[in-house]
């Protein structure tokens, strides 16, 4: 369920230093999962982009690190996580109410939700980018459950409407795939293009 467009691998030096282009606690949380050796700079970007959903979160994540990279120099990591649902694209809800119409569309069905990754060195130009999917079903949500989610305001920032790893994981009654990526950032994935730039981690540093 994944996508890659891989280059030559190279060995990166160790003190060269991760950036993360987000300032989003949930994605600053899951990349200390890997590593404590990074610096989470937040982009600013216009995150609408043409294409495919998968086409889509790429660009997104490419166009973040590029920002960032003008003014920052290291391993610059991207992710940008969208929800798709009959071919609509659910992305972080502006208001209430498209929160709302969000959460009774995904009631009582699947949707899938797509995290683009964009990697890049600044010094060697090395780049790795990939999409990783995960199915996720939701069960039926009565018009009180909605509201009494949307009063605790964890919709806000998040694409769908809703939040795994918070209360919105009472929706949820299975899913296929990757639960980290729902979360906004497929930490295997990441990990494993890490490796594929020859960046070494902690994890493997303690292991030799």
């Known amino acids: 369920m994944t996508c890659l467009s891989l280059t030559t691998k190279q060995d ?3 003190d060269i230093p991760i950036v993360l282009a987000s ?3 949930r994605r600053i949380e899951l990349l200390k999962k890997i590593t404590s050796r990074f610096v989470p700079i937040a982009s600013k970007i216009d995150e609408k982009v043409d294409g495919t959903p998968e086409e889509q979160a790429i660009t997104a994540a490419h166009n973040k690190v590029r920002q960032i990279a003008q003014k920052h120099e290291g ?8 929800v798709v649902v009959d071919d609509e694209i659910l992305g972080k809800p ?3 109410e498209q ?10 069905r699947e949707h899938t939700v797509i995290t683009g990754l964009y990697i890049l060195s600044t010094k060697t130009k090395q780049h790795r980018q990939a999409c990783e999917k995960t199915r996720v079903h939701f069960c039926a949500l009565t018009k009180d459950q909605i509201e009494a989610y949307l009063d605790t305001g964890e919709y806000a920032d998040k694409a769908g409407a809703y939040g795994i790893q918070g209360q919105g994981a009472l929706f949820i009654d299975r899913i296929c795939g990757d639960f980290f990526n729902v ?3 497929p930490v ?3 990990y494993l293009l890490l490796r594929e730039m020859g960046v070494r981690l902690e994890l493997e540093n303690n292991n030799e």
């Open 99 to 108: 929160a709302r119409r969000m959460l009774t569309k995904l009631s009582a």
């Open 23 to 25: 300032g989003s606690p």
């Open 188 to 190: 295997c994935k990441l």
């Open 12 to 14: 990166e030096p160790m």
């Open 75 to 82: 391993i610059i990591v991207g992710a940008d996580t969208i």
């Open 183 to 185: 979360m906004g950032l």
């Open 94 to 96: 502006n208001s209430r």
